[in-house]
């Protein structure tokens, strides 16, 4: 259940980020903008996933 709030919670404030940049940027930049920010994102969620396992697995 908590599972379900928390993935809800998380798309609406993706759109609620693609919202605000296309809002002040406009279509073009807006979603250029967006979707750096979301790739840099996920790029230091999977680096620090990485040390996680790597600090996790080495007790």
Same mark, same amino acid.
């Given at each position: 259940?908590?599972? &379900? #709030? *928390? &993935?809800?919670? $998380? +798309?609406?404030?993706? /759109? %609620?980020? *693609? +919202?605000?940049? %296309?809002? %002040?940027? $406009? +279509?073009? *930049? =807006? /979603? #250029? +903008?967006?979707?750096?920010?979301? @790739? /840099?994102?996920? =790029?230091? #969620?999977? $680096? /620090? *996933?990485?040390?996680?396992?790597? &600090?996790? @697995?080495? &007790?």
């Amino acid at each position: 259940m908590l599972s &379900r #709030v *928390l &993935r809800g919670a $998380g +798309w609406c404030a993706l /759109l %609620v980020a *693609l +919202w605000l940049a %296309v809002a %002040v940027q $406009g +279509w073009a *930049l =807006g /979603l #250029v +903008w967006y979707s750096g920010c979301t @790739s /840099l994102a996920a =790029g230091i #969620v999977y $680096g /620090l *996933l990485i040390v996680y396992a790597q &600090r996790t @697995s080495a &007790r």
